[in-house]
């Protein structure tokens, strides 16, 4: 998997933030994500085209990270989808949040920043990191713990706070009993990310224990025992808080979702395409489109689809790893894994299925299913036809209802169709055959052998007139109505 674009985040093709040397960023993911009731680990369920894991991990990128290391559970399920752009530790039992970072403890330096994050808070910024780390690093902190104020702080760790207004401890709330009902009614809550210096991380995770409530070993209760060594712990507030919003569920799912969308949008509406009706539209994040581009309601963009400027996509279309040029049309169609050229038209009602090129300037018209073609620099294909597994020169019509019988029932095979070529209406090319440059068939033919250049193609039953048959038919039914019921 590669790391690219990502919402507002800085994408690898275009970044907007400059790679500076930053902290060792440590992503926990070793949890078990049951709430999800589902068979797919949590941090692989899709946000916007790409694991929830993903995110984190292009904003830890963003934000200059020296490295990223992933907390995994045994086996390394997660981790290993990022190849080398992560480092991998492995949480052998779930046993909390101060273990998890214990397992990464390999890839910590003391002298460093460290930068400690949860894996489901997929909607956070590089720029926040960049802040957090900047403003832990002035205060020569030992640690530094971003917090928000939440209208409802239920479920998070509340924050106390010293007289000076620096950071005593957490107190956690997920289990009862580790809250007094005085602690409770705090609202500024431990949003799980943390700035710490490297050696006093280190120092701190051993003196940890699990005497509490879920008998877990909890990260932040490294705070306090930093305080006792004398170190500087401090709280950095968080002016947005929708940016910690932490997935455990899908209904937080969809509503971390809603927000990543809006984020998607709004970029490319500031650089200069038209979304008409941003509720309708569902863009992916590593998708590109081009100044002066229009998207129509009820269309999706997904994957790695490009749109070139000028282009309008929509109304209806769907459009999957495809690749649009400049002010092409797609209207009502469904595309996968299909190359559109510049000043291409595609649909209404059009299927563009894998392999599938139309070149510069060429139509692929109503009712048409094109795969694993080529289709020349003008060529048309208007309505209703099937063209599989073909190469198709330029200035070429293929005429209504022209079909490639592309699959013998064992194997595929190609048709070869030169330039300048017009195939007449329900014409079926029998593959594998050739058709050379200017050619033409009759109507209703079934082409199986080789047309030459400049050649037509007739290959139907010879038509035969029966004279009189409407006199003769009259006469016959006259009979059988005077013959009357017997
Ligand atoms: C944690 C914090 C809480 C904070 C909240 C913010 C602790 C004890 N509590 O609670 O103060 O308000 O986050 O969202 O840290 N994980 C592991 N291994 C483990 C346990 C957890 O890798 O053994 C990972 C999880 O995959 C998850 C992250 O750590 O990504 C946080 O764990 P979670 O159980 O969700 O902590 P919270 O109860 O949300
Ligand atoms: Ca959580």
Redesign the pocket.
Known sequence: MTVAACGDLPSTRSPTIPAVSGPVVVI????Q?TRMRSATPKLLHPLCGRPLLWWPVAAAQAAGASKVVI?DGPGGPLAGSFGDQVETAI?EQ????A??VKAAAGHIDHGETVIVL????PLLRPETLIELARVHEHEGAAATMLTAVLEDPR???RVVRAPDGTVER?V?T?ASGDASELELLIRE????VFAFDGGALLEALAHVRSDNAQG?L???DVLPILRRHERTVLGHELPDPTE?L?V?DRVALAEVRAIAQRRIHERHMLAGVTIVDPASTVIDVDVEIGADAEIEPFTSLRGTTTVGSGSVIGPNATLIDAAVGERATIVHAYVTGAEVGDRVSVGPFAYLRPGTILREGSKVGTFVEVKNSDLGAGSKIPHLSYIGDADIGEGTNLGASTITANYDGYRKHRTTIGARVKTSVDTTLVAPVKLGDDTYTAAGSVITKDIPEGALGVARAHQRNVEGYAERRREREQAARDGGPQ
């Open positions: 926990l993911a070793a949890g994500g907390v949480q779930p046993l909390g949040t273990d998890a949860a894996g489901d808070v479920g998070y760790g957490v956690e997920k809550v431990n949003t799980g877990e909890y990260l932040p910690t932490g455990n």
